[in-house]
């Protein structure tokens, strides 16, 4: 029977707020579409948002690179915030063993030097 090292999983600890903010995400992504379909709101809005974006897009050169840079810029921050709080980063244990803290006692302080200076 083969052990794989365990790697341990490095996160920035999310708070309480956080993942009740995710929670609340999570229900409206779900509930909305329903809510939508049957006609109890309407979102069409959403689309023609998007509409309006792609369009202003395709106008000319520099609006579609715009474009393309806050869908890029989007991903980033999304990609950013899933790395660090939700999946965390898995760092080998060795590694983590060479980088702990281990305290050396007590450095004695050095005394500062004193610039003697001979006149004859």
């Known amino acids: ?9 490095l996160k920035k600890k999310l708070s309480k707020s956080g993942w009740i903010l995710i929670g609340i995400i999570v229900v409206l992504i779900i509930a909305l579409p329903i ?3 049957t006609q109890v709101i309407d979102l069409t809005f ?9 369009m202003y897009g395709a106008a000319d050169v ?11 810029s989007l991903g980033l921050a999304v990609f ?8 965390g980063t898995q760092i080998p244990t060795t590694t983590m063993a060479q980088q702990a803290y281990i305290p ?3 450095i004695p302080a050095t005394t500062p030097t004193s610039e003697e200076v001979t006149v004859s």
């Open 1 to 9: 029977m083969e052990v794989k090292n365990a790697m341990a999983i």
């Open 35 to 37: 809510l939508h379909f």
């Open 46 to 54: 959403i689309g023609d948002t998007f509409l309006v974006v792609k």
């Open 62 to 72: 520099v609006s579609g690179v715009l474009e393309s840079l806050m869908w890029f």
């Open 80 to 87: 950013y915030v899933l790395k660090n709080y939700i999946f």
């Open 104 to 106: 050396r006692g007590d």
